[in-house]
C-alpha cells in the first residue's frame, strides 16, 4: 500500500505531535536543531511530551527551565543535562 506525502512547514510538522506523545530524536551529528527548536516553541500546548534521545553534540534547548511542560529521557548523561534531572 502507497501512502501519499505532503510537504509541510516545520511548524505544521510539529503541530501534528500531541500532548504527552514519545518522540524519538536521533543523537549526534543527526540530531534535528530546527525540529527541536519548534517543538520548544511549541512546549506549552505540547503538555508532557518526551523527547527519547541519545547524547547531543549541541545545546539540550528542551531541558531549559522555560520547556519544563516538556519531558525528557535518555540513555546519555551529560553535565549540561545536570539542571533538569529530576
Known amino acids: ?3 501519499a506525502f505532503t510537504r509541510t512547514s516545520l511548524a505544521g510538522a510539529v503541530e501534528r505531535l500531541a500532548p504527552g506523545m514519545r518522540v524519538l530524536l536521533p543523537p549526534g551529528c543527526g540530531e534535528p536543531s530546527a525540529l527541536v527548536a519548534e517543538v520548544c516553541r511549541q512546549s506549552e500546548r505540547l503538555r ?8 547531543h553534540l549541541g545545546d539540550y534547548p528542551f531541558a531549559r527551565p522555560e520547556h519544563a511542560d516538556l519531558r525528557a529521557a535518555t540513555w546519555h548523561m551529560s553535565p549540561r543535562l545536570e539542571d533538569a534531572r529530576r
Open 1 to 3: 500500500m502507497t501512502r
Open 48 to 55: 508532557d511530551l518526551s523527547l527519547v534521545h541519545g547524547i
